[in-house]
């Protein structure tokens, strides 16, 4: 069984950094694209950033947009997202996602597997 396993969330002061990481058991992140998403209490899960297999491009939804990088290091199997200038209202529980190179990036509706998650919260 596949598993997506998150670390590095927990609580910070506006204005402050993460680093999340997210890492599989079971299976190579090879050859797959890469997402990480994020659910605040009432409200639905919403795209955070992406990163493909091939060549690593990134993508970044407009509310983190410049705040947030994403990166993969596949020597260790991990995918990051490094979080800075941190807003109350980036307080949510974390999600990484994975799905197969062949179809595409992952969303909400459409990937591989999805993590059990790593709360975030921020201060204000």
């Known amino acids: 069984q596949v598993q997506l396993v998150e670390s590095g969330g927990g609580l910070v002061q506006t204005g402050g950094s993460l680093r999340l990481s997210c890492a599989a058991s079971e299976r190579t992140l090879s050859s797959y694209n890469m997402g990480w998403f994020r659910q605040a209490p009432g409200k639905e899960r919403e795209f955070v950033a992406a990163i493909r297999w091939i060549g690593n491009t990134t993508y970044y939804g407009d509310s983190v947009k410049g705040r947030v990088t994403i990166s993969r290091d596949n020597a260790q199997n991990t995918v990051y997202l490094q979080m800075i200038s941190l807003k109350p209202e980036d307080t949510a529980i974390y999600y990484c996602?994975?799905?197969?190179?062949?179809?595409?990036?992952?969303?909400?509706?459409?990937?591989?597997?999805w993590g059990q998650g790593t709360q975030v919260t921020v201060s204000s």
């Open positions: 996602a994975d799905r197969h190179l062949l179809k595409g990036l992952p969303t909400t509706t459409a990937q591989d597997y």
